[in-house]
């Protein structure tokens, strides 16, 4: 049946996305918050760039990539909401350590702990909606769930630098821990566990687990799945890269305090995202029922338009027009996340759902998260050596720009996946 997405026991779809979203939000506070208090934390430990890339990104990359996809087999078999809220609770306690730390040794432990729980608790989140929404709704439903990022950056940016500005940078550790552990518990008692593939008419094949191997091969065996793994991968270790020092951007390159950088970075990082992302999923959730290949046309042609825009921007010295280029470049930087996910589901065997989302997300986390920002971080360290770049951020406004050609990368990947998508979109699902 695919006439609407119908309640589940006492839980409506949409309330069960809302549950869903915000705890995404809360855990991605709770994992970019390290960036808006790169300054004080770097000051208060004397860190390198590089260092601040470790803390900020590779530290909480690592054991998340390790469980993340042996958490996502056991949530073939398990009940998946049981794993949102418990992972909640860990993310929760490892962020308020964070504020505890008395070293930088410290700090990194309480982040790689930080990413333990993300890796046990979000997993299965897109998996979990897959069964709440039909086929035809799953683009804007997990577009919906892909308006964390954006909506976590404000409140992480925008929060975390008042907070860090008026109570110091422990405090906003601190603060940011308290809603997971509400939520969870929220989570526990009103959203119900959904049958598998309700909406796949697979009959009693939901019941069987494929193996890890048939996962990777159903990537494999479909161009469109590979180039969209790709395009995704990259653009996510271009914007976690550019993402991770935006707000040390700002102090540097035009001396605003943290707590303007805060509200100024939470606002760049946010409204514009927020708006592609809904407008995204439902753009391609309407006209996929036309022409499949829109989910890769749309991410495309917005990539290739957000690197000449970002590189202008963070050239700019001008600090208004600067901030205005970064709000474009936003809009046109996260189209790709919804639909990529929503190909991703609709193309996989629902028990293979949470297994291919924690692949991703692996990339993601891993080359994303983990090696962007310490990209960046080396790029900037090495620039800011060189004695001709004396401006105020010259060297990290030069390895911004040089890592933002990256979309351009990114970009084709998802133009050459729309030579193969429509044949491959309506492919039978089963293992």
């Known amino acids: 049946m695919t006439g609407g997405s119908r309640p589940v026991g006492g ?8 549950m869903l979203t915000s705890i995404y939000i809360c855990g991605f506070i709770d994992r970019i918050i390290m960036q808006v208090l790169v300054e004080p934390v770097k000051s208060e430990f004397s860190l390198t760039d ?3 890339g470790i803390v900020a990104g590779l530290a909480f990359a690592v054991l998340n990539v390790v469980l993340g996809l042996w958490v996502a087999r056991f949530a073939e078999r398990c009940r ?7 992972g909640t609770v860990l993310w929760s306690i490892a962020t308020a350590a964070c504020g505890m730390a ?5 700090l990194v432990l309480a982040r790689i702990s ?27 439903a997990l577009s919906v769930l892909m308006l964390a990022p954006p909506l976590g950056a404000f409140i992480g940016f925008v929060g975390g630098g008042y907070l860090a500005q008026n109570y110091g940078w422990r405090a906003a550790f601190w603060i940011a821990a308290i809603p997971g552990f509400l939520l969870a518990l929220l989570a526990a008692l009103t959203v119900q566990e959904p049958l598998r593939g309700r909406y796949d008419n697979l009959g009693d094949k939901t019941d069987m687990v494929p193996p890890f191997r048939a996962v990777l091969a159903r990537v494999w ?4 799945l590979r180039h969209l793994l790709l395009g995704s991968t990259i653009a996510s270790l271009v914007g976690f890269g550019l993402n991770v020092f935006l707000a040390a951007f700002l102090i540097r390159r035009f001396g605003f305090s943290v707590g303007e950088t805060g509200l100024i970075a939470g606002i760049i990082a946010s409204l514009p995202a927020a708006f592609s992302l809904v407008a995204a999923g439902w753009l391609t959730d309407r006209i996929g029922k036309r022409d ?14 957000a690197a000449p825009v970002y590189i202008l921007a963070v050239t700019r010295t001008d600090a208004t027009l600067a901030i205005v280029l970064l709000g474009i470049a936003t809009l046109f930087q996260y189209t790709y996340l919804g639909p990529t996910f929503a190909v991703f589901q609709n193309m996989m065997h629902p028990r293979m759902r ?3 989302s924690a692949f991703n997300s692996m990339l993601y986390t891993l080359i994303g998260n983990g090696l962007g920002p310490v990209l960046v971080g080396v790029l900037s360290d090495g620039f800011t050596a060189d004695p001709a770049q004396s401006e105020p951020g010259a060297g990290l406004m030069l390895a911004l720009a040089f890592t933002g050609t990256g979309y351009l990368w990114a970009a084709g990947h998802y133009l050459w996946a729309t030579r193969s998508l429509r044949q491959e979109f309506d492919l039978p699902i089963e293992p």
């Open 221 to 224: 065996q479909r161009r469109s």
């Open 292 to 305: 499949s290949r829109c989910y890769a046309y749309v991410p495309g042609i917005s990539l290739l338009i």
């Open 102 to 106: 008395g070293s930088y040794v410290q």
């Open 50 to 52: 590089f260092e601040i």
């Open 11 to 18: 839980t409506s779809p949409w309330w069960a996305l809302v």
């Open 80 to 86: 998946r909401m049981s794993l949102v809220a418990v």
């Open 114 to 140: 930080v990413g333990v729980g993300e890796a046990v608790g979000l997993p299965s989140s897109s998996s979990i909606i897959s069964d709440y929404f039909p086929r035809e709704q799953r683009s804007t």
């Open 354 to 356: 949470a297994t291919s």
